[in-house]
């Protein structure tokens, strides 16, 4: 994968549906870069200031794993991790992300890699909680901090390293996993978790058979047994939504319903309690359909809605939203297969072995998992701590474009080497 002779035969699927706009930004950071090729630019100098030159917008994803805190010297000027406490680790690395968040796109998410550390010797002065031994907690109190800072954090993936260092120490566990916080801009963002889906567990038909004894063809057989399924946290890990059953994915807000039902419904001068006998509901019920708060807003059904178009004049404006999508109700697997969930097996092995002298540097297989996921075709991947770059030939062999800041010029020279394609004849792929 991050072979990148593979890279020359990767077509760089969107590069033609690029927006003017997208182009003219990529062509700006290029302008900046100390170092660039056809599909990478690097920035040499400290995240914060060098991500300033970075246009808004310009990234689809981020992708990074910073020095952690009190671990490493990497003997540069204005090197984050050497902060005397943890506080002031964490102020920088939320200064950082507040560039990441600037250079994303709206849609654009962030994975953030950080391990902790313990407490001990002259750290163990700080305020109360930073006593002998204490396990820092730095991921989470980052977490919180960039929560804080406007970032919705969506997921902690537990990166579990099945060959971790053992401890020595007696009277704890071996630390086995670090987590990677997947980061959100806004609610919306590309996610492409087809990418990452596994193989499902078991066949359909055992499916089926689970969630419906008795019932030979699989398919629901009225409300109780639709629940039953639809709320089994099986169905929800694995079914593709609620596909399978009468739906309305395009339905409008139920506040926005509710005041335009409000308002067709003062115009025809009908009461509410008029609605409700006509539709020979309880008034109770029906109220809800007129309530435009958020908590007592509800959607009228499918044949309730029908009935209220002709009670109240209303206009066509909602008939596509208010469509309903019918599937067979057939439950089944995704077809595309299982979510793959937070706990992610990654070897501490396959790094730049290359990469001289620098000692921490992420597996390929969790930079290609990451990105995988929140790479669009064609997309550009910013790793502000970049190193020897396993995210930027990760996101160039996935087809992408790389961003990349170091305090480390070297490090940024060794990697843009490893970035250049091999002399042909080397790794030719075979057919
Ligand atoms: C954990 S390493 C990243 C390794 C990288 N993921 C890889 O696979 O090669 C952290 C990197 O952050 C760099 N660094 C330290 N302080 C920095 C700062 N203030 N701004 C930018 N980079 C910094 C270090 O030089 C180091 O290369």
Redesign the pocket.
């Known amino acids: 994968m991050n072979n990148l002779t593979d890279v020359q035969h990767l077509a760089f699927a969107q590069e033609s549906v690029e927006s003017k706009e997208q182009a003219d930004r990529w062509a700006q950071i290029k302008r900046k870069a100390t170092i660039k090729g056809d599909r990478f630019a690097l920035l040499h100098?400290?995240?914060t200031t060098a991500l300033k030159k970075v246009p808004d917008g310009s990234i689809h994803t981020c992708l990074?794993?910073?020095?952690y805190w009190s671990v490493r010297d990497?003997e540069?000027d204005?090197?984050?991790?050497l902060e005397d406490s943890v506080e002031e680790y964490v102020e920088r690395i939320v200064g950082v992300f507040r560039q990441v968040k600037r250079t994303l796109t709206d849609n654009g998410t962030a994975w953030l890699n950080i391990g902790d550390c313990y407490i001990n010797g002259a750290k163990a002065n700080g305020p109360k909680w930073q006593r002998n031994k204490q396990l820092a907690l730095v991921p989470f109190r980052v977490a919180i901090a960039l929560e804080n800072d406007g970032w919705l954090v969506r997921n902690t993936v537990v990166w579990h390293k099945p060959n971790a260092m053992p401890s020595s120490a007696g009277d704890r566990l071996t630390n086995a996993w670090e987590p990677v916080f997947l980061l959100a801009k806004h609610e919306r963002y590309y996610f492409n978790l087809d990418a990452v889906r596994v193989p499902h567990k078991t066949e359909d038909h055992v499916e089926r058979r689970r969630a419906l004894e008795g019932t030979a063809d699989g398919k629901a057989k009225g409300q109780d047994e639709l629940r039953r399924w639809l709320n089994s946290p099986r169905h929800r890990a694995t079914i593709d939504g609620l596909k399978e059953v009468r739906r309305r994915p395009n339905a409008p807000l139920a506040t926005e319903l509710a005041a335009y039902l409000r308002a067709a419904a003062e115009q025809k001068g009908v009461s509410i309690k008029a609605v409700a006998r006509t539709l020979d509901q309880p008034f109770e019920r029906v109220r809800h359909y007129f309530r435009v708060d958020e908590i007592g807003a509800r959607r009228p059904p499918e044949e309730t809605w029908t009935t209220l178009k002709s009670l109240l004049d209303l206009d066509d404006r909602y008939d596509e939203a208010m469509a309903v999508e019918v599937g067979d109700n057939v439950f089944r697997n995704h077809p595309n297969g299982r979510n793959p969930g937070d706990v992610q097996p990654f070897s501490l092995t396959g790094?730049?072995s290359d990469?001289k002298g620098?000692f921490?540097?992420?597996p390929p297989n969790l930079a290609t998992w990451c990105l995988r996921a929140s790479l669009p075709p064609g997309g550009i991947c910013l790793?502000?701590?970049?190193?020897?770059?396993?995210?930027g030939s990760v996101a160039l062999a996935l087809g992408g474009r790389a961003v990349g800041?170091?305090?480390?010029e070297d490090?940024l020279r060794f990697a843009a080497e490893r970035f250049q394609p091999q002399p042909s004849g080397r790794g030719k792929r075979t057919k």
């Open positions: 100098g400290d995240a990074t794993s910073p020095p990497y540069a204005e090197q984050i991790g790094g730049a990469a620098h921490a540097v992420m790793d502000p701590f970049f190193g020897v770059g396993t995210t800041v170091d305090v480390r490090y």
